[in-house]
Structure formats: structure tokens, C-alpha cells
């Protein structure tokens, strides 16, 4: 993918700081985003080593139970990018076994790097066509993988803004879109056209704080969808928080919960179920299997992700969604899990 689509000098500083930049102890304004939050912002006073900005894009190609990611992880104060791309089938699950997997821990940050338009040391290309709401997504790696994608958003990006998320105080927001195009894998080309989820995140992430969690997501026509983020405590994963998108309404899941069943032998998520409350007491539930995974190495902790397929049931009974299951644990409770077989040890 070739990005370009603004002049030299066109751009303004690629720090931006237009939303609320929180400092660890004051949380940010759930105030609405401005196109300059497309770009990098600048970190707080101080050096904070933790200090960490992320842009993620998934989709998936249900013909071939395909999932992909792009994903960017930059630390300012240290000048370093990680993140990569990941593309899996259900032919295999381990990373060093997908159709392709990159996933750079600590590369330098170029000089003037601007998020808007920016070619990344990863592989990763981001360009933004309209603030907020559409982008193009590129990735060149010649004779294993090539991706030339567009994400268009279906609403403007909303602040997160319920206690007790997994990202703390950060500034977050998650957006549901269309993801369509073309990627080549290893010299097969293979259409995209996903209705899927992006999220971006600024503020402090240590590696050294994790904690078992789901990121849950599904989507079907004209943009409809939901977003079911979990906290796992003494074997219930709560919803913290999320949301329902029907028709041009987009409600906040404000309870409920998250439950699974696993492999016996391998304890990766088979079949998925989730029963949420919205914002105006209608009851939001979604049963789903899971048709292929991959396990993702992230510091201190694992990312068992799998695509689903998902059927409504309730007030959308007989919808047919697909997302994801993102199955995050620390390492040493989920080694423990694994050797054990009591997959529902306390958190």
C-alpha cells in the first residue's frame, strides 16, 4: 500500500492533543473526539516509561474462517513501536503456525511519525481518508502477505466512560465498521468484506498489571453489533462495559455476563455466550461457537482469539452476527489452569 494522501507540510505537529490527556490520578472528559486524536499525543509531563498509545483493526473472511489484525503499539517516552499483523484460519492456532504473524516487541519509532499517514517499521500502513471515520490499511510483506484494506466507520467514536474498565484511566474508544478490500496471502488473493471492530487507546499500560479479562465483539448487516468487555472474578466474567448497535441506536450494555465452554483438552473457548442488560433495561443475548483461534504472546499474558459465529436470540432472535472472542489471562493462571484442568479458578 502506498500512503501519500497528504502533502508535505500539509500535516500540522503529528503530536495531537485535543482530548483529554489523563494523568494517572484524573480521569478523562467523556467529551466527543476530535480528528487531531487520529494522530499521536503527546505524553503528560514527565517520563513515565508506561506511557502508551495503541491503534487496532481487526476483520475476517467468513468463506475461509479467516481472522486478521493490525495492530500498533507505540511507547513515546522510550521511542519505540511494537505490534504487527496476524492472520489465522482454523488450520492452525499456534502464532509460529498461522498463515502469517508478526509480532515486533521493540523497534524505534521513526522521527516525526504521524499516525494519520504513516508507514510503520512493522509493516503497518494507516492513512486517514476521513477524520474519525474511514481509513485505509496497508501492509507489504512481498510473498507472504499483502493487505490493501478500507475501514469505514458506521458512527462517530464515542469515549469509554464506565468504571472498572481494563484500560483504567486511558483515554479509549471502540468503533464498529466496514472493512473491505483485498489481502494476498502467500500469493492467494482473498476478498474482504467484514462488518468488525477498531479500537484506540492513550494513557498508562504497564506490562506488569495483567489481569484475566474478554473482549467481546460481533456485528452483522448495515452496521449492526455489539461490544461486551468482562471482568473475571472468582470464575464470572462480568460485563464492565460495552454496547448494542440497532439500527441508528447505539445503547451501553450496562450488566450481565460472559459464559463459556472450553476444550477439555487444549481450553480454548468452543462455544460462547453472552447475557447483557442495555441502558434501557432491554435484555441483549447472543449465543456463538467459536470456527478457528489464534494464541497471541502479549508480555505477561496470553490472547486466546477466536472468530464467532453468532445467533440472536431474544427481541433479534434469528440474526446471524460474526466477531471475536478475545480470551485474555496472565500466563501463570493460565499454566495453572492448563495443569490442573480447573478452568475456573479464582481470579
Same mark, same amino acid.
Given at each position: ?124 500502513? +494507516? ?111 462480568? +460485563? ?54 489464534? +494464541? ?39 499454566? =495453572? ?9 479464582? =481470579?
Amino acid at each position: 500500500m502506498q500512503v501519500g494522501r497528504f502533502a508535505a507540510g500539509e500535516l500540522e505537529a503529528p503530536w495531537c492533543s485535543a482530548y483529554a490527556l489523563a494523568m494517572p490520578d484524573e480521569p478523562a472528559e467523556p467529551s466527543l473526539f476530535l480528528p487531531e486524536d487520529d494522530g499521536f499525543h503527546a505524553p503528560p509531563a514527565g517520563d513515565d516509561w508506561w506511557f502508551t498509545e495503541t491503534a487496532w483493526f481487526s476483520f475476517h473472511n467468513v468463506e475461509n474462517k479467516l481472522g486478521g489484525w493490525f495492530y500498533t503499539m507505540v511507547r513515546h517516552n522510550i521511542g519505540t513501536v511494537a505490534g504487527g499483523a496476524w492472520v489465522w484460519d482454523d488450520g492452525a492456532h499456534l502464532p509460529w503456525e498461522v498463515p502469517y504473524c508478526t509480532n515486533y516487541s521493540a523497534l524505534e519509532l521513526p522521527a516525526g511519525a504521524d499516525l494519520r499517514n504513516v508507514e510503520l517499521p512493522t509493516g503497518v500502513a +494507516i492513512e486517514v481518508l476521513e477524520p474519525m471515520m474511514s481509513y485505509r490499511l496497508g501492509h507489504d510483506d512481498p510473498g507472504r502477505y499483502r493487505a490493501d484494506l478500507r475501514f469505514d466507520a458506521v458512527d462517530r467514536p464515542r469515549p469509554l466512560a464506565a468504571a472498572g474498565s481494563t484500560f483504567g484511566r486511558s483515554a479509549h474508544f471502540d468503533q464498529l465498521g466496514r472493512v473491505t478490500g483485498t489481502i494476498e496471502l502467500h500469493g492467494r488473493s482473498i476478498d474482504i468484506d467484514s462488518w468488525s471492530m477498531r479500537d484506540r487507546t492513550w494513557g498508562r499500560r504497564p506490562e506488569d498489571r495483567p489481569r484475566q479479562a474478554a473482549y467481546v465483539t460481533g456485528a452483522g448487516g448495515q452496521g449492526t453489533g455489539f461490544l461486551a468487555v468482562t471482568n473475571t472474578r472468582d470464575g464470572t466474567d462480568r +460485563i464492565a462495559y460495552g454496547f448494542v448497535k440497532r439500527g441508528d441506536e447505539q445503547v451501553p450494555l450496562v450488566d450481565g455476563h460472559r459464559s463459556v465452554v472450553r476444550h477439555p483438552e487444549h481450553g480454548w473457548v468452543t462455544e460462547i455466550r453472552v447475557d447483557g442488560v442495555d441502558a434501557a433495561g432491554t435484555p441483549f443475548v447472543a449465543a456463538g461457537r467459536s470456527v478457528s483461534r489464534i +494464541i497471541i504472546n502479549r508480555h505477561s499474558f496470553i490472547d486466546v482469539n477466536s472468530v464467532i459465529e453468532w445467533r440472536l436470540e431474544g427481541d433479534d432472535q434469528g440474526l446471524l452476527w460474526w466477531g471475536e472472542d478475545q480470551d485474555m489471562w496472565p500466563m501463570h493462571r493460565w499454566s =495453572a489452569a492448563k495443569r490442573t484442568g480447573d478452568w475456573g479458578l479464582p =481470579a
